[in-house]
């Protein structure tokens, strides 16, 4: 567990890096605000949809060869990805490379496949959760960090977040042991691990049912939420980098805080299925006094109230690594990396689309929020399938028809 904790920690600082300075960075390529938010959203989408086409393969192949060598390629496309962006001269430049870095990272699904290899069904939302708070601690940190050097230069960041990435390729060849032993990998099916095969896979999953629905919900407003902020903050409160990576350290904090240290006395209080409810309600209240916010503090008081819903991903990982063969793994949670980036596709058409219609408002008025008002929506709607998933789940197991119970 701790080498693949360090592994997500350096993975994470190195995305965290460029968050708060991407946005600038493709806006100096257009001179209207309107042209700036469509020239984001495409560099979004891009990598969204190389990545829907190449997690669920890359998820089959690490079923096939280990969880190491498919780490190590995600690592590569990161520092390619890094690397060429600091040196591109036109728009078309950053759209090309996040297609290639899209296509081959992986790395957040290859995890999760991995701490499900080492990690019995009745400790993975512990483990999960220290997973969770290594994402979080590496938004502490990226973030910040980013934030500072790009107040140097727009390109720094990114080059710092590439020898990161390198770094990260060194650790994973040199001292991260792998997780799949050999007994059990599974042969490697097109039909399977195309995007297709790979939904269709989970969807066959007895298990699975409403959860696919949940992933979708709850992943299309985070990828709202992720393509908008620094947007709606600029737009909203004026914010230059370094107060959006501060904003990002905050939410790393409370992530770190409650996954790292809260989750595992959560779940002594309540259940994994009811924390997974009481997490979507908890956001779904959290987007709306984001949005709804007139002041920049106001967006820091509610990360910190939004406790359960920094819980509820660790809780609902558990659920679809439990539901998972485990032999098929890395083909489940690419898959499921799989579906979240269909809607990583989606979010960036939404997103900014509904921030522009509102842009011309006075700074600090509450229309500003009408994206986070639609995630506070989604969020609902996820917690609504999540029950109906949990009471099929009891009808099932009880032998009655749902419809009989109700």
């Known amino acids: 567990m701790p080498f693949i904790m360090a592994t997500v920690l350096i993975d994470m600082i190195s995305i965290g890096l460029i968050i708060p300075v991407l946005p600038k960075l493709v806006a100096s390529f257009e001179t209207t605000a309107a042209a700036q ?42 520092a390619l990805s890094f690397f060429v962006t600091a040196l591109a001269t036109a728009l078309w430049m950053l759209i090309a490379v996040r297609l290639v870095s899209g296509a081959l990272q992986a790395n957040i699904a290859v995890a999760n496949a991995y701490v499900a290899d080492i990690t019995p069904p009745e400790e993975r939302a512990k483990r999960f959760g220290m997973l969770g708070a290594m994402f979080g601690l590496g938004f502490i940190l990226g973030p910040v960090l980013g934030g500072v050097l790009g107040g140097i230069s727009l390109r720094l960041p990114f080059f710092v977040a590439g020898g990161l990435a390198v770094t990260n390729w060194l650790y994973g060849f040199f001292v991260l ?29 007895k298990r699975m049912g409403a959860l696919l629905g949940v992933v979708t919900f709850a992943s299309l407003a985070q990828f709202i939420l992720q393509g908008t902020w620094a947007l709606y903050t600029q737009l909203k409160f004026g914010w230059e980098p370094q107060q959006i990576g501060w904003s990002l350290c905050a939410v790393g904090a409370m992530s770190v805080l409650v996954q790292g240290v809260l989750v595992g006395r959560l779940t002594k209080l309540m259940s994994v299925q009811r924390l997974v409810v009481a997490g979507l309600v908890s956001s779904a209240a959290a987007y709306v006094a984001w949005g709804a916010a007139s002041q920049g503090w106001m967006m820091y008081a509610v990360i910190a109230c939004n406790v359960l819903g920094f819980a509820a991903g ?37 997103g900014p689309l509904l921030l522009r219609s509102v842009a011309d408002a006075p700074r600090g008025d509450w229309r500003m929020g009408l994206p986070y008002y639609l995630c506070a929506v989604l969020q609902l709607c996820a917690m609504a399938m999540t029950v109906l998933h949990f009471r099929r789940q009891h009808a099932d197991s009880a032998g009655t028809p749902v419809a009989a119970r109700s």
């Open 37 to 78: 938010v469509g020239a984001y959203a495409w560099v979004a989408m891009a990598f969204g949809f190389a990545n829907f086409i190449g997690s669920p393969i890359l998820g089959a192949l690490s079923d096939r060869f280990g969880r190491r060598p498919v780490l190590l390629i995600g690592f590569s496309g990161l």
């Open 177 to 205: 042991p792998e997780s799949l032993p050999p007994a059990r990998r599974q042969p490697f099916s097109w039909a399977r691990a195309n995007p297709i095969g790979s939904l269709m896979h989970l969807a066959q999953l």
């Open 314 to 350: 660790a809780s609902l990982q558990t659920l679809v690594a439990n539901a998972a063969d485990p032999k098929t793994q890395g083909q489940t949670m690419g898959a499921v990396a799989g579906l979240s980036s269909l809607t990583a596709v989606l979010a960036p058409v939404i």
